[in-house]
């Protein structure tokens, strides 16, 4: 089945129905209120990447006097960047993210 969208048209929704294990049981817990809540084992493992991007955001590991000094280099047009030294990050990074590294 295909469903095209035209902007400004918003798609049916299709109806969604609950399903209790035990049909008693799902209209009482409705008519009081309450709910079931069963014990998971599930569980998340944060990765290095995800705690660098973290650290990243909160601003921890920034050398402000290097950024300041970086700052001033451009505003004066004397900033000169190691063209060599860019393009073996760049190629450092890339092989992170394909898995080659």
Do not use: C, H, W
């Not at 295909?2 to 109806?15: E, L, N, V, Y």
């Not at 709910?35 to 705690?51: F, Q």
């Not at 004066?76 to 073996?88: L, N, R, W």
């Amino acid at each position: 089945m295909t469903t095209t969208i035209k902007p400004g048209i918003q798609a049916p929704q299709p109806q969604v129905q609950l399903r209790t294990q035990n049909q008693a049981a799902g209209s009482a817990a409705s008519t009081q209120g309450a709910s079931t809540v069963r014990p998971s084992d599930d569980s998340v493992k944060i990765t290095d990447s995800a705690k660098a991007l973290d650290a990243a955001s909160r601003g921890d590991g920034i050398d402000s006097k290097r950024v300041d000094e970086i700052r001033s280099k451009l505003a004066d047009g004397t900033y000169k960047p190691d063209s060599q030294a860019i393009a073996s990050k760049f190629l450092a990074m890339e092989g992170q993210i394909g898995g080659k590294a």
